[in-house]
């Protein structure tokens, strides 16, 4: 059984400036709104996927259902630089195991404030989220063209993991883009899906083999530094111009575990933040992000909000529009 369930109040608390005017000052925590009083303004929709069990299928550290709340906390007292609304619809739970319904679950009420005219970003939680993500947005592109055909989405992966794993026993937090691929093959779709941060260390042979041959992009945590930002920044400028919507995705533990410690497999390595930014910065000036989402937070690990304050930093700058 999965549930969608509203945050509690106390969530959404932080400082209140009035040393200028109202408008300047106001931070997320001041504008956050209950989805149910939506009226038809756009904006940004948080919604959590409160759930590890895809971690659990997939051997790893469990904690990660507690992660969106955490996230939230870190990003209420953030300014809120946008001239638009904020709203959360709270966290689909999976109480009961059935990570299947709580995805199916996370995909439908995601559709729903993608017809709202909304940009989603989805709280987890592990990456499972990310199946959940993505067949909520195709779905809602099918629903809007009225037949799959000619559907172009290109995922971004920021991970050190291609989750590529067939499923064993349902699906986990290491099968989500297989999932994608096999919906993209069963509706007679390309397959665009690119990774930035992929460990050596932690992908077999046959996951490398894989990703080849769906025909995946994907750039090693050892390719990602300064000295190679050029090289960067144009592949991801030509993945992005060939895709007509994307979906952005973050596995914090593609950052090393100094930065993201609150992970379910801290990475050894992993990517400078810094180079990420930039990076990020890229796709978010490529205007074509219709969905995003942060994964793999596991409070049960984090030290001093650590990683969770990484969480909501990120989102803050992809959703930032104040002038840089």
């Not at 090693?220 to 960067?232: A, G, I, M, S, Y």
């Amino acid at each position: 059984m999965s549930e969608l369930k509203p945050v509690e109040p106390n969530i959404w608390t932080g400082r209140v400036d009035h040393d200028g005017e109202p408008r300047l000052t106001q931070r997320w925590h001041q504008k956050i709104k209950p989805y149910s009083e939506h009226s038809g303004s756009r904006g940004l929709a948080l919604l959590g996927l409160a759930c590890d069990e895809g971690v659990r299928r997939n051997h790893g550290r469990m904690g990660a259902a507690k992660g969106p709340d955490l996230i939230r906390k870190c990003l209420a007292n953030l300014p809120w630089n946008r001239e638009d609304t904020l709203f959360d619809l709270g966290n689909v739970t999976c109480e009961d195991g059935d990570l299947e319904s709580a995805q199916s679950k996370f995909s439908q009420t995601l559709v729903k404030t993608l017809q709202d005219g909304m940009l989603p970003v989805g709280l987890g939680g592990g990456h499972e989220i990310a199946w959940g993500s993505f067949k909520g947005l195709a779905d809602y592109l099918i629903q809007d063209h009225k037949t799959p055909k000619g559907l172009n989405i290109g995922i971004i992966n920021f991970d050190a993991h291609f989750d590529l794993r067939k499923p064993e026993k349902g699906a986990s937090s290491g099968t989500p883009f297989w999932q994608v691929a096999q919906f993209c093959e069963h509706q007679n779709l390309d397959f665009h899906y690119m990774c930035l941060g992929i460990s050596r260390s932690s992908n077999t042979q046959a996951l490398f083999d894989r990703a080849d041959e769906l025909n995946a992009a994907y750039i090693t945590d050892d390719q990602v530094h300064r000295d190679n930002l050029d090289f960067l920044i144009e592949e991801l400028t030509c993945f992005t111009s060939m895709v007509d919507h994307v979906y952005l995705t973050i596995d914090l533990d593609v950052f090393p575990s100094y930065q993201a410690p609150g992970v379910s497999a801290p990475a050894v390595k992993g990517i400078p933040l810094e180079i990420a930014a930039t990076l990020l910065q890229t796709i978010k000036e490529s205007a074509k992000v219709r969905v995003m989402d942060i994964a793999e937070y596991n409070p049960e690990y984090d030290h001093d909000l650590r990683t969770a304050r990484l969480a909501a930093w990120l989102v803050h700058q992809l959703t930032d529009q104040s002038e840089p």
